[in-house]
């Protein structure tokens, strides 16, 4: 989360590296040069965009759903190719966050294994019962999640976690958005907001979000742009171009 998109790609470029003890940053192909020039070749032209409108479009009111529009037909203008009501097969899947849960406890429980000896808390369950100690000020959303998340064994090995792992990238990138991306050789996707973000996520695969408007109420309204895997460059590229071409965002007022 940043104010600009090229503040968003310095972030992302100093983010990135290779972890031996993480195999999926090994097989990024980009680098950071590449991802910060593409801020320089931002552009709209002959860029294929899909609109995802089916089961995202249908959570926005008329206003919201004014503002996209326009953000669509401002994308056109740019010289960008439209293919609207773009289906992804996978979108009414009944989708879980089983992988999270299992997920949770073996990473956390990894991470905190190798914290300073001082720290007290080595496990998500000393962090269950961490929270339990001043529950009125630690505990006041509750903590289903990690409590869930702590009845797994945490190995990772479990059939129901596995099952989940393959249901989720099966759908998310085969039969989701590389699915709809195919189908009408598209260079990226377009969500409203964040409605279509989970798709993506799952399968590891990048999306940006650029604010395209404001309700009267002064609510923002972003546009997702979307891509396939260490589809960065081309994303950069579009997002930048149309935060160029809009300047929709406003500074963010306070009033005390």
């Given at each position: ?10 972030v992302?470029?100093?983010m990135?590296?290779e ?13 950071q040069d ?5 801020l320089?070749k931002?552009?709209l032209?002959q860029v294929?965009?899909?609109i995802?409108r ?10 919201k ?6 953000a669509?037909?401002?994308?056109k ?10 289906v ?5 899947e ?5 992988v999270?849960v299992?997920e ?6 990894a ?19 961490f929270?339990?100690?001043d529950?009125e ?11 869930k ?15 989940a792992?393959?249901?989720d990238q099966?759908?998310s990138s085969i ?8 189908k ?12 279509g973000a989970a ?5 590891g ?8 408007g404001y309700?009267?109420?002064g ?7 979307t ?8 994303l950069?590229?579009?997002?930048a171009?149309?935060e ?11 009033e005390?």
């Open positions: 989360m940043t104010r600009t998109v090229r503040e968003a790609v310095y992302l470029a100093a990135m590296g972890d031996p003890t993480d195999p999926a940053t090994l097989k990024n192909p980009l680098t590449q991802l910060l020039s593409a320089d931002s552009s032209d294929k965009i899909g995802a089916e089961g995202f479009f249908d959570h926005l009111n008329e206003e759903k004014e503002i996209m529009n326009r669509i037909e401002q994308l203008g740019a010289g960008a190719s439209i293919v609207d009501d773009v992804i097969p996978s979108a009414k009944k989708w879980s966050i089983d999270l299992y949770f406890k073996a990473n956390l429980n991470y905190l294994a190798n914290v300073s000896a001082q720290v007290p808390v080595r496990t998500l369950t000393d962090v269950i019962r929270n339990q100690e529950s000020q630690r505990l006041r959303y509750g903590q289903s999640l990690l409590t998340s702590d009845k797994t064994k945490g190995t990772l090995t479990e059939k129901e976690y596995l099952d792992l393959q249901f099966y759908h039969n989701g958005i590389d699915a709809a991306l195919e009408d050789q598209l260079d990226v996707l377009v969500f409203p907001n964040n409605y798709i993506p996520a799952k399968a695969y990048p999306s940006i979000t650029v604010p395209a309700t009267a109420e609510e923002p309204v972003g546009i997702t742009f891509g396939t895997a260490f589809s960065e460059e081309k950069i590229q579009i997002a171009a149309f160029e071409l809009t300047k929709a965002r406003l500074n963010p007022t306070f005390f």
